[in-house]
């Protein structure tokens, strides 16, 4: 687990430095710009005591999340790291703007007879 760990942040460190941009089917910055286009049409088309609910991958969700707590790359990196899949993540928005109020909980995955590592 830690050697793939460490590989797998090294490529997105690759892919995050944009030097090998044309090794990518889809750049870090187009990644990032993706993303970003993708939480403004959720928000846009919330009305006022609506609630949306996205599915999508650890990574988008870890750039949402660093984003919004002012993060940058290391932030996100940071993130990724802990995220666990079918964690939930919560935002609300109100008039000052889209805030991260609950990152990658999965207490809903517990079990009493398992043990994590």
Not at 28 to 39: C, G, I, W
Not at 75 to 100: D, E, P
Request: glycine letters at 10%; a neutral charge; hydrophobic letters at 45%.
């Amino acid at each position: 687990m830690r050697a793939f760990q460490r590989l797998l942040e090294r490529a997105s460190t690759r892919w995050a430095s944009g030097e090998h941009d044309a090794d990518y089917a889809e750049t870090f910055s187009a990644f990032q710009a993706r993303v970003a286009a993708a939480l403004d049409r959720v928000v846009d088309g919330l009305g006022s005591g609506q609630t949306a609910v996205v599915v999508s991958s650890a990574g988008a969700i870890a750039w949402v999340a660093s984003q919004l707590i002012g993060g940058d790359f290391s932030h996100w990196l940071a993130l990724n790291r802990v995220a666990v899949n079918s964690g939930v993540t919560k935002l609300v928005v109100g008039a000052s703007g889209t805030s991260l109020v609950g990152f990658n909980d999965h207490c809903h995955l517990a079990h009493p007879d398992v043990t994590y590592r």
